[in-house]
């Protein structure tokens, strides 16, 4: 999906779009109206938004890499473990413990 501009057209007059136009423009670029009312459900999702941008903040390799990892684990739950120097790793979690205090 491209990112759309909330300004006008510098090339057209100096005349901003109107809401509804921005209105339009977004359900254009999301196809479909279920699509658009599925993004705005998950920006509701408490801290979604931060996460998200910390992600697009990273260099192409380490998020492509993320990408891959997090594809080839589909469907499966994942666990992020805080390690004693303060890195996080994400890592499968297994299923078969009911918690983690064994």
Known sequence: MSRLSLQADPMADDTPLHPLDIV??????????PRL???HYLTQEPGLIEIMRSLIALPDDERFRLQRYLACRRGRRLHVRETPNGALTIEPSDETRLDDSA
């Open 24 to 33: 339009r423009d977004i359900l254009r670029e999301a196809e479909s109206l």
């Open 37 to 39: 009312m599925e993004v």
